[in-house]
C-alpha cells in the first residue's frame, strides 16, 4: 500500500511540475496611431490603388509567430474602410462599412508572416481615424 501511495504522489507531483511548461503562454503586441488622409481623389478607382497620405494611410505590424490580428478603427467623421494586407499584397481581410458605421474592424489568423500591412482608407470622410491593433500569437 505504501508504494501505491508513493507511486501516485510521484505521478501527481510530475503531471504538476509539467502542466505549466506544457501549455504555451500567450504573448500579446498592441500598438495605436493616428492615420492622417485627404478624402478619395476621383481619380483613384480603389482603396487598393490608394495614394499614399492622400487617400490611404499603411501601417506595417510585426506578427513574430502564429497568432490573431484583430484591428479597430473608430474616431473618424462619414466614410473610412479598414485593410489588412500580406507581405505581397494580398488581402487577408477588410471592413468596408458604409457612412453610418460607427467602427471599422478586421480580425484575421496569420500564419507564417513576419509582417502585415494595415490600410486605412478615406473614402469619403473627414482628414483622421483612430486605429488600434491587437496581436495575440505564441
Given at each position: ?6 507511486g501516485?504522489?510521484?505521478v501527481v507531483?510530475?503531471?504538476?511540475l ?7 503562454k500567450?504573448k500579446?503586441?498592441?500598438?495605436s496611431?493616428?492615420?492622417?488622409a485627404?478624402?478619395?481623389p476621383?481619380e483613384?478607382?480603389?482603396c487598393q490603388?490608394?495614394?499614399?497620405g ?6 506595417e ?27 505581397n499584397?494580398n488581402a487577408?481581410g477588410?471592413?468596408i ?8 474592424r ?8 513576419d509582417?502585415v ?5 478615406n473614402?469619403l ?12 500569437y505564441?
Amino acid at each position: 500500500m505504501r508504494k501505491f501511495l508513493v507511486g501516485i504522489l510521484v505521478v501527481v507531483l510530475s503531471v504538476g511540475l509539467l502542466a505549466p511548461t506544457a501549455v504555451a503562454k500567450k504573448k500579446k503586441i498592441t500598438d495605436s496611431w493616428t492615420a492622417q488622409a485627404l478624402p478619395y481623389p476621383p481619380e483613384v478607382d480603389s482603396c487598393q490603388n490608394g495614394i499614399e497620405g492622400v487617400h490611404v494611410v499603411n501601417h506595417e505590424l510585426k506578427t513574430p509567430g502564429k497568432g490573431v490580428l484583430d484591428v479597430t478603427m473608430t474616431g473618424y467623421v462619414a466614410d473610412w474602410d479598414l485593410w489588412v494586407f500580406d507581405p505581397n499584397g494580398n488581402a487577408l481581410g477588410s471592413s468596408i462599412g458604409f457612412v453610418d458605421v460607427p467602427t471599422e474592424r478586421v480580425v484575421v489568423p496569420i500564419r507564417g508572416m513576419d509582417h502585415v500591412i494595415v490600410l486605412a482608407c478615406n473614402f469619403l470622410g473627414g482628414p483622421t481615424a483612430e486605429l488600434e491593433s491587437v496581436y495575440i500569437y505564441s
